[in-house]
């Protein structure tokens, strides 16, 4: 069986006499895509931020690729990619520009640069606008885009923060072709998102309440053990309770 691509045991960071993440424990597979959810104070940017190794844990343990979130924070940002909703793009750089800089920074070769480049723009069917400012492009193909510039590297795991924000229904599916094809391909995917109809998309989801997960199933299972018809009514039962207003 393969081992965990992210590996958490009571994983906890504590700012003064407040816990944001409270004994996180749950692993993640190669090729899962796993949902990570909570309202607003939940504490889900704290527990991202540990595992992209920018945030030092207070106490537990957890591995990200293989590698160590206290000791080996360097290691992990190169094996993973990110993607925000405030987009990591360029916007006064062009297109073509935008991917080969992200390409450089994730060490790629020149010619593996010139060749990841050339796929790219023919997969997101962007060749002739490859020369046209990123200000200039739409909302959905600058996230599509962000998202493809963030596993160009071919990464262990990409994290997807919020990432289908302030687009239309049809994009928004869009960009779930291109995660599914990600996690096709043995990319794993952990992404927080807003939308309970996303949530269905994933293999398996967990919910956050002050600091805590609270559940953590495949969303039929979770829709089974809570007796509702939708992740809507999942996510307004365990969060209905929470006391905290700000992440």
């Not at 360029?90 to 073509?96: G, I, N, Q």
């Not at 043995?186 to 949530?199: L, P, S």
Request: charged share 25%; proline share 3%; hydrophobic share 40%.
């Amino acid at each position: 069986m393969s081992e965990p691509v992210i590996k958490t045991e009571k994983l906890t960071k504590r700012f003064g006499d407040f816990i944001a993440a409270d004994a996180l424990s749950f692993d993640v597979m190669p090729g899962e895509i796993f949902g990570f959810l909570g309202a607003n104070g939940a504490g889900k940017t704290t527990a991202m931020r540990m595992l992209c190794g920018l945030s030092k844990p207070t106490s537990g343990e957890a591995t990200v690729a293989g590698y160590d979130v206290y000791r080996e924070t360097d290691l992990i940002k190169k094996n993973i990619g990110y993607m925000s909703q405030k987009f990591s793009l360029y916007e006064d750089l062009t297109v073509v520009e935008n991917i080969r800089f992200y390409a450089g920074i994730y060490g790629l070769t020149d010619k593996a640069i010139r060749e990841k480049s050339e796929a790219l723009l023919d997969q997101l069917g962007m060749t002739h606008e490859a020369k046209k400012l990123v200000s200039e492009l739409p909302l959905g193909w600058k996230q599509k885009l962000s998202f493809s510039v963030a596993v160009i590297h071919q990464p262990k795991v990409v994290f997807l923060d919020e990432p289908t924000g302030g687009v239309d229904p049809v994009t928004r599916r869009q960009f779930w072709d291109l995660i599914y094809d990600a996690s096709d391909k043995g990319m794993t995917v952990f992404v927080t998102t807003h939308y309970m109809d996303e949530a269905e998309y994933c293999n398996r989801v967990s919910i956050m309440v002050d600091g805590r997960i609270d559940a953590l199933d495949s969303p039929q299972n979770l829709k089974k053990q809570f007796s509702v018809h939708s992740m809507d009514e999942v996510f307004y039962q365990l969060a209905r309770g929470a006391k905290r207003t700000a992440d």
